[in-house]
């Protein structure tokens, strides 16, 4: 099903933040201001269970709806339709997620497809795809990483600058969204999946997050 590039582009209820009653003790500190930047977010090492704690820390987040599709399930009273949304979420600074949200109406898949990806946020360490190139631009990843999702896997190489994003459709608009400007990526198995494909590429990007050292300590 193909809709207009823009037209369910989910936009931030500025008001339903201002309303928002935290029912965990990390929303309750990012509310009191306790804890005031994403960084220190992180620190806590905390899940994060309310979508609003994202939107207070993280104001700049985009979303872009990759994929909607019409599911049908058995039940006692006959057959249920339901609208499944893949939705997009990041920052293009280093911070990406995919999400899945289902609704009986296409905004209200999409608006819990945002939610679901608020809550399960990926943060991308950058680094430069050239040894020759000193300058400390970031444009790339440090280190070539792999990510696989259902039969779907994906490689993602550090590339040069100026060589942009090599990459297929749905694997570009991943990178993109993370601020990657150059890379090169290697995709194997069903890659007409937009779930698995978007899911393998932050499985392969969160690896730099879980990296070791040799004393055996996480870089």
């Avoid at 259902?150 to 490689?155: E, F, K, L, Y």
Wanted: charged letters at 25%; aromatic letters at 4%.
């Amino acid at each position: 099903m193909k809709f207009k590039k823009d037209r369910f582009t989910s936009q931030r209820d500025t008001g339903a933040l201002q309303k928002w009653v935290p029912k965990t003790a990390l929303g309750k500190k990012v509310q009191t201001g306790e804890i005031k930047t994403y960084e220190e977010l992180l620190a806590t090492q905390r899940p994060i269970l309310e979508p609003e704690i994202i939107d207070t820390l993280l104001p700049d987040l985009a979303d872009e709806v990759l994929e909607i599709r019409s599911t049908q399930r058995m039940t006692a009273y006959g057959r249920k339709q339901q609208m499944r949304a893949v939705v997009l979420v990041g920052n293009r600074k280093g911070v990406i997620a995919v999400g899945i949200g289902k609704g009986t109406e296409v905004r209200d898949a999409i608006a819990e497809g945002v939610k679901n990806a608020k809550k399960n946020l990926v943060t991308v360490p950058f680094g430069s795809g050239s040894w020759e190139d000193l300058s400390g631009f970031a444009n790339s990843l440090p280190r070539m990483v792999s990510g696989k999702s259902g039969s779907t896997q994906i490689s993602i190489r550090p590339a040069p600058r100026g060589v942009g994003i090599v990459a297929g459709k749905v694997a570009k608009k991943v990178l993109e969204m993370a601020g990657l400007k150059d890379a090169w990526t290697f995709t194997k198995g069903r890659t007409r999946n937009v779930l698995n494909v978007a899911q393998a590429c932050i499985v392969a990007l969160d690896t730099l997050n879980h990296l070791k050292t040799g004393t055996g300590v996480k870089a």
